[in-house]
């Protein structure tokens, strides 16, 4: 069962999760630390280019099916258009402002 983004328990979280569904790359960018970093299945990408290639020229979707750590770590079904929809895993690093200074995804 999908657990509705509003009822996310992170608040960084929650504000990442509504910014890809929204297609909101300034809300998205708004959720990071000005040096948030990233990797996907292991490997540190470049932030930008992985997020506008992957979300936002992609048209990305997250449906959260769980979440554990406090809500910092998500299981998801991530859709896009150039991969279709896969079960994803999704942890975050919150920094003591409440940006998200990384975020690590890959296949779950």
């Keep these: 069962m ?17 910014a890809v569904n929204a297609h909101d790359r300034e809300s998205f960018l708004a959720t990071l630390a000005p040096d948030a970093t990233m990797s996907d299945d292991g490997d540190d990408h470049d932030l930008a280019d992985w997020i506008d290639r992957e979300i936002f020229y992609s048209n990305g979707h997250l449906e959260v099916d769980n979440e554990s750590r406090g809500g910092l770590a ?28 990384r975020f690590e995804t890959g296949q779950a």
Aim: glycine share 4%; aromatic share 12%.
């Design 2 to 18: 999908t657990i509705q983004t509003t009822r996310l328990r992170d608040p960084a979280v929650r504000a990442f999760v509504a």
């Design 74 to 101: 998500l299981i998801a079904r991530y859709r896009n258009d150039t991969w279709g929809e896969m079960r994803t895993r999704w942890t975050f690093t919150v920094d003591d402002d409440g940006r998200i200074s």
